[in-house]
């Protein structure tokens, strides 16, 4: 069965979001005056998952500081920090082929919504994509399987396995096993191997360059 839907995750995923998220983080650390006794050693876990989320299970902060940080980290990323990221070599190319042999994309991604839109705007592929699915502000709709229901419903489809998500961390293939449709796991982005492994992924995606040939290939 062929694939109808394709739904993208952003970072990670199409975009090397790093610099900019790390550049929030650090804003936000220094202005909180939190030492570096208490930061993560590695700060990667923190892109993909919804952004309150990553500040109490990576940094241990409670549901009022949690708050706190997510606001002050805002305040970066929404001037700065959103635009420092560059697009994966490969991608366009890929999101074109793509689009070109009938496939409908659409962003699927636990970021800001308003945030994303602005993103792919500056990334030059907008056009390329049907609709962009993300999180509000205040947090509602971040977990991966509510924005793809959401997107599920803006196009009045069903759970399908014709519809696929790709993704580079567990979230977003659990998501998509907890609503019944396909998933693809990249391996280029900020996931581990294994983490994207235990979610058994029905496509394992090396490089940008193999996106395209992977999924015309494919059989869901």
């Not at 650390?29 to 939190?34: E, N, R």
């Amino acid at each position: 069965m062929k694939f109808t839907h394709l739904f993208f995750d952003l970072d990670g995923t199409l975009i090397d979001s790093r610099p900019g998220i790390f550049s929030s983080l650090y804003s936000m650390l220094g202005k909180l005056g939190i030492p570096e006794s208490r930061w993560p050693v590695d700060f990667n876990p923190f892109i993909g998952p919804p952004l309150r989320d990553s500040f109490k299970s990576l940094f241990g902060f409670d549901e009022e500081l949690t708050e706190t940080a997510t606001t002050i980290y805002r305040e970066y990323y929404s001037k700065t920090g959103m635009y420092e990221f560059t697009v994966y070599p490969g991608i366009v190319e890929a999101l074109t082929h793509l689009k070109a042999a009938g496939f409908n994309l659409s962003i699927v991604t636990s970021k800001a919504e308003s945030y994303a839109e602005r993103m792919i705007s500056r990334a030059g592929f907008s056009d390329l994509f049907t609709t962009v699915s993300g999180c509000e502000i205040n947090g509602n709709r971040s977990e991966k399987a509510e924005l793809i229901n959401y997107t599920l419903g803006k196009f009045g489809l069903q759970p399908s396995k014709q519809i696929l998500m790709i993704g580079d961390r567990y979230h977003d293939l659990r998501g998509a096993r907890m609503t019944g449709i396909s998933s693809a796991a990249v391996l280029y982005g900020y996931g581990s191997a294994s983490e994207l492994a235990a979610e058994k992924p029905c496509i394992t995606i090396t490089s940008p360059l193999e996106i395209a040939e992977k999924i015309i290939g494919a059989i869901g």
